[in-house]
């Protein structure tokens, strides 16, 4: 099944301790982003990456970073994890090109609590 | 820079009534739109899009919306909702020029009343 896992789906931690959210899609997608949901602001995105190693800043990257070392993960990296890091967080993937803007797939996400 | 607007953050409706979620969008350039809808504690599902051609576009769960540049509006529309409708709902935006990052609104929570 095509798909796009992350991992964990939920997690609670403290500020400063760091911890990774994984990314993984079987669908051999070269485009990957990770996006913040938060209330009453939608979905921004935090990071993407156009194919292995290479990545950008989309919106919202201050406190995150991100790697494209294979082709099928793209890790989410938090070092420093703040409060205002709370947040439900979805990565996403899909092909290169522009006729494929509409095929883009979403993980199930990650809801994330900093305390 | 892109934008998009949802102008109403809950829309109450009864079953079997007619529904309207609104979106407004800002670009300068050609743009390409979609709605998604994000049913509770599970990720985005694409429910259509626009790419270009016909204005009227018709998704899933018997969903459509219009395209309309002169208002640059995407307004999604469903002649009968069902209980199962109920969920929350997202237009975004792209363009061929912005490395295909989607530009969300602030997203529309429909709840349909039996």
């Known amino acids: 099944e095509a798909q796009v896992t992350q991992n964990p789906r939920y997690l609670i931690t403290v500020t400063g301790k760091k911890l990774t959210v994984t990314c993984s899609q079987n669908m051999n997608h070269e485009y990957m982003s990770w996006y913040r949901q938060d209330p009453g602001l939608g979905l921004r995105q935090i990071y993407y990456s156009m194919n292995v190693e290479v990545t950008d800043k989309g919106d919202v990257p201050e406190g995150y970073k991100v790697s494209r070392k294979e082709k099928r993960n793209f890790p989410l990296i938090l070092e420093s994890p703040s409060p205002n890091q709370t947040s439900l967080y979805f990565c996403?993937?899909?092909?290169?090109?522009?006729?494929?803007?509409?095929?883009?797939?979403f993980g199930p996400g990650t809801r994330l609590t900093v305390l | 820079a892109q934008s998009v607007t949802q102008l109403d953050s809950q829309v109450p409706v009864f079953e079997e009534a007619p529904v309207e979620l609104r979106c407004n969008y800002s670009s300068s350039v050609s743009v390409y739109l979609f709605w998604y809808v994000q049913y509770p504690n599970q990720g985005l599902q694409l429910l259509l899009k626009y790419l270009s051609g016909s204005t009227l576009v018709k998704g899933i769960n018997g969903f459509e919306a219009e395209f309309n540049k002169s208002q640059t509006s995407f307004h999604l529309r469903k002649p009968s909702v069902h209980i199962s409708d109920t969920a929350e709902y997202f237009c975004?935006?792209?363009?061929?020029?912005?490395?295909?990052?989607?530009?969300f609104g602030q997203g529309t929570t429909l709840q349909v009343k039996p």
């Open positions: 996403a993937s899909r092909l290169r090109g522009e006729r494929n803007y509409n095929e883009q797939f």
């Open positions: 975004a935006v792209t363009s061929p020029s912005n490395t295909g990052k989607l530009i």
